[in-house]
């Protein structure tokens, strides 16, 4: 399939990229921020309120997102996109919204700390603290002791997966899923390393050569590519990590990396789904989740939640 004329319209409208720039971290944080909607047009929910996680590595800012009224919930722990130093509760708002609605779950949006202003592995840190506190605090948040879910696009999904493998490895086995929209799992940057980072090199939004200044931000905090704490993907034992739904763009230049992933988990015994979307391209899911065969994404994170 081409790919979907709504997503080509957009981006037909953008300014061309200058990939020989360094990004200008206050400028493209500015541009988000404009971009967000008016709380009047955002999805309507039982109730969305702001809170501080205390976690060990601090205070860290939360968005509790409850969908319907109920006695408990299973919880979803969500991290934001935005290539490590970009992303904030309000840019990907509408995201946690979705999920909350679409999967019945409550939501914990996760303010972590991002590059270049705190160096690796604050954010990550931030991530894990606010897992162990959502499940510390389960009775707060009505949890019903069931699923405790992490979920996230992607860098974020590459902090999903780095959370699942690390909570493993500290006998906290408590995470029952983990949901991968489009992650990026693999910080190696030479363009060789995936088929899809020549095919979807150019034209879709996301471009290959835009990937290391992107992410330069984070790695030169320290960051090393060669560990799987930074690329998931590296990790040489998978097994007994969550099941896992990892989500692709057949128009990405991260697609490979994340339906590799997606396979040495089921190698590994991990219970996967992959699912690629055609005709999207690098964030459908934030982007374009208003089109309805991409507003599924959402719909199939609640199937995979809620399956028995």
Known sequence: ????????????????????ATPDPEALRAA??????????????????????????????????????????????????????????????????????????????????????????AGLRDCYGVLRWAAEHGEDLKWDGGNLAVAGDSSGGNFAAVVAAMAHDDGFDRITHQVLFYPSVDLDFDVDRYASLRDNAEGYGLETA??????????????????????????????GLPPALVVTAEYDPLRDEGELYGHRLKEAGVDVTISRYAGANHGFVANFGWIPEYHRAFEEAGEFLNRR
């Open 1 to 20: 399939m081409s790919l979907h004329p709504e997503i080509a319209r957009v981006l037909a409208a953008l300014p061309p990229l200058d990939h020989g």
């Open 32 to 121: 988000e921020a404009a971009r967000v909607p008016p709380l009047e047009d955002r999805l309507p929910l039982h109730a969305v309120e702001d809170a501080i996680a205390v976690t060990s590595s601090g205070e860290v800012p939360v968005r509790i997102y409850t969908p319907a009224e109920a006695d408990s919930y299973g919880l979803l722990v969500y991290f934001h996109a935005g290539a490590f130093f970009l992303g904030s509760l309000e840019t990907h708002d509408g995201v946690a919204r979705s999920l909350a609605k679409e999967t019945g779950h409550k939501v914990v949006s996760v303010g972590y700390r991002l590059a270049p202003e705190a160096a690796y592995p």
């Open 210 to 239: 835009g990937l290391k200044p992107f992410n330069s931000f984070y790695l030169d905090s320290g960051a090393d590519p060669a560990d799987p704490l930074v690329s998931p993907v590296r990790r040489e034992d998978l097994s």
